[in-house]
């Protein structure tokens, strides 16, 4: 697989799959550094650029977000072949996160709970109707985390892992080295 | 288990935001629809957890406005805990919380205006999609690259000093908040080295809205003309009348300014709110009760606050909310493009507004935290950045939450979503075989002015990616295109 740039920049892709979006708001809080960062990376796709779509096979894909959809599925599958280096970004991404909490309840009765129980629809929805159409996508029996799905190359833990692990742990990928992660890193909140 | 999924190929394009337009037998625009493809389940999901868990679990439906999350359970369970509906704080807690939110409204609208709003006015609608984005401002314009990545930390800052951490801190808990701000931790925010202290970013905020004004006066008939269409608007206000974006009343005025909604007490929206719900959007669709889904629905966000207020109470905001006033003479704004001037003077609002709470001693030391008499029931509402966010929870006897019921901002604003991209899609697209370019960027740039939280209702981000079909009477597809990359 071919990658980087003619310069020598490395590309860099981002995805939010069943995420928060905290982790990219994290990965912005690198503040200053990305003006350093845009002189070593290029950036493909991301919900942080214009690009909507693969133009090229990129070096490091980040993922944020496990899998609650059929999309997601598709875009990290998507990831995979078109990323040399796979990084799952956060709880989320690593073990399902917050969204997993409804892996334990039926998918059903989460549906049935947003959309005819609530207070503010029990009475205004007399079709009883749950969202369902060839336009939105399907909903996943439970919510999967990224190696469960693809193979990931590496783990950043946090929720969101802080902005400081994150540049560490780019900059280490980016010169080829490994990234040691110390205990104080691996918090679970 | 990677084995065990089974999903049939998707076809589908990926992206969060799709659009389809409709057309009648005369190649008319029937109907256009903006689907939300995204579904977590919050409302079950939280049912059987401790109610003191309820802030710091559903701010992960968001983390690019967690703090409004929080804070808007934190009042909910205010109310649970018996200590009172946004008055009755010891002075140390409200106005922690109020900080905390000013931050988040400085950081997240900054982020908006200059990561997602600005690549556009810097750089053209028309220019390059491949440099039209936040690293093209950064490579063309440098100085505002640091003015804005500055003006997001700093608001970052207050966040981390009030909530504990950036993203996701835990600074409100029910019947108050955790910590106080040290003396050090106030100096830094307050006096800190250029460029991070709040009289810098009042400057700031008041350039950028300067910035918007210059550029208001050369493409007035662009902003002016674009996406234009009557609305309903909803916000809280202050008892008085004044923009409050932490606590007040529920206000709604009519596209002439006629009330529709006279204060109510947000512990009463169950009587005045109900949601629609279609089966092309995994997002509902609010209204209000007495006009029903057709005529009840409203926009929300910062060109509503603008409407609903009757003034802003710090005087630099003040100075412009009435030069704002002036171009529609009091009435209500119904201008689209218009949210983007409203959203920095809010910017405006909030620097002030941070400086003034970062000068007040309550915030170094007092009571933080009060119970009363335990309550089964409790709502929290606020103005989270992109408009009025509602929190409703039952607890049992147990502690254990029975019933959550949340109507985050961008839900608020479905419908007016869906309206904005209806406009346009009439404009340009009427008659046509082709959808070239330049119309999906118009559409998008409709459903930008929303700032839609893509985390909160989606969850994609920003410049989302579109993909939009043209149907035509039978249903058949005329044209498909999305939203190309380079
Ligand atoms: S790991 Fe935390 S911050 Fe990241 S997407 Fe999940 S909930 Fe959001």
Known sequence: MSAGTPTGKKIVATTSLAGCFGCHMSFLDIDERLLDLIELVEFNKSPLDDIKTFTKDCDIGLIEGGCCNDENVHVLMEFRRRCKTLVALGECAIMGGLPAMRNTISLQECLDEAYRLGPTVADSNPGRIIPCDPDIPRILNRVYPCHEVVQIDYFLPGCPPNADLIWDALTSLLAGKELALEYRTFKYD | MTRKIVIDPVTRVEGHGKVTIHLDAGGNVAQSRLHIVEFRGFERFVQGRPYWEAPVLVQRLCGICPVSHLLAAAKAMDVVV???TGDGLPPTAEKMRRLMHYGQIFQSHSLHFFYLASPDLLLGHESDPATRNVVGVALTHRELAVQAINMRKYGQEVIAATAGKKIHGTGAIPGGVNKCLTEAERDALLHGPAPLNADQMVTWAQGAVDFFKNYYRKNK??????????????????????????????????????????????????????????????????????????????????????????????????????????????????????????????????????????????????????????????????????????????????????????????????????????????????????????????????????????????????????????????????????????
């Open chain 2, 82 to 84: 018996g200590a009172g």
């Open chain 2, 221 to 486: 008939e662009f902003v002016d003309g674009f996406s234009q269409f009557p609305s309903n608007h909803l916000s809280l206000v202050r008892a008085d009348g004044g923009m409050d974006l932490y606590h007040g009343v529920l206000r709604g005025v009519d596209a002439d300014g006629k009330r529709i909604l006279d204060d109510v007490d947000p512990q009463d929206y169950l009587e005045h709110f109900r949601e629609e719900v279609k089966p092309w959007s995994y997002m509902k669709f609010p209204y209000l009760r007495a006009l029903g889904p057709e005529k009840g629905w409203y926009r929300v966000g910062p060109l509503a606050r603008l409407n609903t207020a009757e003034f802003i109470p710090t005087p630099l905001a003040q100075a412009e909310f009435e030069e704002f006033k002036a171009v529609t003479r009091g009435k209500p704004n119904n201008m689209c493009l218009h949210t983007h001037w409203a959203r920095l003077i809010e910017v405006l609002h909030a620097a002030e507004s941070m400086r003034e709470l970062l000068q007040d001693p309550d915030i170094l030391g007092g009571e933080l935290q009060v119970k009363g008499r335990r309550r089964a029931e409790g709502v929290g509402l606020l103005e989270a950045p992109r408009g009025t966010l509602f929190h409703h929870y039952r607890v049992g006897d147990d502690d254990l939450i029975e019933m959550a019921n949340l109507i985050v901002s961008t839900t608020n604003n479905n419908e007016p979503m869906n309206r904005a991209v209806n406009c346009v899609a009439r404009a340009l697209l009427t008659g046509v075989k082709e959808i070239t370019e330049g119309m999906l960027n118009a559409i998008e740039v409709a459903i930008r002015a929303y700032d839609p939280c893509l985390s909160c209702a989606t969850h994609a981000y920003g410049q989302m990616p579109l993909d939009v079909t043209l149907l035509d009477a039978a249903g058949a597809v005329v044209s498909h295109r999305r939203k190309p990359g380079r």
